[in-house]
């Protein structure tokens, strides 16, 4: 069994990704800051699953406190195998109003982390970190593939995660550590965030608000139901890249997605055929810092790691919906 640190283990996907790799019986050190981006009684509900394994370590930490990371390091890291990092400030609309707060957890955040890996790269066989289908950006092409530009983000939160691989990258030259960076596409399930639209749009339904569509309703998004994203995380931490780049260094990035783009209309639908009822639905213009569509091309990661989505929003939604009427109280 290994020893893994995990940051953002209160975060979704952290909280999922940490409680699959207890139950394997790793030894888990899990980090976060339980900031008030959202519930922070959501987040403790998460580590509330995470507690009763006796192999679970937490400290809430902020990954910029260069120091307590440190002494952190100091204390587990001749213990430690690999890091997760999935901690950051997420949310593209967001980022709109608190640029400063992405540029500290996204950036400073992310270089701690890679300078507390970097005296330890001897003994780290592995460091995984989340990136975001956001860098993308209106890319003119799906589905989108790693070998797409990325120069061209259109919101700082995708501007923070494109500069999140460039640090990866030169620390994995300069002092051999692997790496892999994991592009997210819209990830959803039980315990989800509750900025993100999966929830918005299960809270209008479920009370009968009316729900604000963007766009008109014309878009398209990769939905990957949180059981694939788990997977994908650790199938990649279990393949630690040896030389992926022309120069020989130990770094690659991998889209995990559904590999198949729904049109969010439909996406509602199935939402509201879980709940068995229907809601007003409020056309919008497109909104600042959002893209028309993401769809993930996987040829890479299945061929590096074996990743293959098994959910379809038609199997995914209904557990999803499920969880959310039993943690909301919700008929």
């Known amino acids: 069994m290994a020893t893994i640190l995990v940051t953002g283990t209160a975060g979704f996907i952290g909280m999922h990704v940490t409680r699959k790799l207890l139950e394997h019986g790793d030894t888990v050190i899990g980090l976060d800051n339980l900031n008030d981006y959202y519930a922070v009684t959501l987040k403790r509900d998460r580590l509330a699953c995470l507690t009763p394994f006796d192999n679970f370590i937490f400290y809430q930490v902020d990954i910029t406190d260069s120091n307590a990371i440190s002494e952190i390091f100091q204390k587990h890291g001749s213990d430690l195998s690999s890091v997760i990092h999935l901690a950051a400030q997420a949310g593209v609309r967001y980022s709109l109003d608190k640029p400063l707060a992405y ?20 003994q780290i066989k592995h460091f995984v970190f989340a990136s975001s289908s956001s860098i993308y950006g209106n890319n003119n092409h799906t589905p989108y593939s790693v070998t797409d530009n990325t120069d061209c983000p259109v919101s700082l939160y995708a501007a923070t995660k494109k500069s999140t691989e460039l640090i990866a990258h030169s620390y994995a030259k300069l002092y051999g550590i692997p790496t892999t960076g994991l592009r997210f596409f819209t990830v959803y399930g039980p315990w989800g965030r509750p900025d993100m639209s999966p929830i918005l749009f299960a809270d209008a339904i479920a009370n009968s608000a009316p ?21 994908g995380v650790l199938l990649a931490l279990d393949k630690a890249p040896i030389k992926q780049t022309k120069n020989g260094t130990p770094y690659r990035i991998l889209n995990l997605g559904n590999n198949r783009s729904e049109n969010l209309l439909d996406y509602i639908e199935e939402i509201e055929k879980a709940f068995g009822k229907t809601t007003e639905k409020i056309m919008l213009p497109m909104q600042a ?10 040829t890479e990661t299945t061929a590096a790691i074996n990743y293959r989505p098994t959910t379809p929003i038609s199997v995914g939604i209904p557990k999803f919906i499920q969880w959310y009427k039993d943690y909301y109280k919700t008929p």
Request: glycine share 6%; aromatic share 10%.
């Open 103 to 122: 540029i500290k957890a996204n950036v400073t955040g992310h270089t701690v982390i890679n300078e507390a890996i970097r005296h330890y790269a001897s």
């Open 211 to 231: 729900l604000k569509i963007f766009n008109h309703g014309d878009m398209k998004r990769d939905f990957t139901y949180i059981d694939d994203i788990v997977s």
């Open 289 to 298: 810092g959002d893209v028309y569509e993401t769809c993930a091309d996987i």
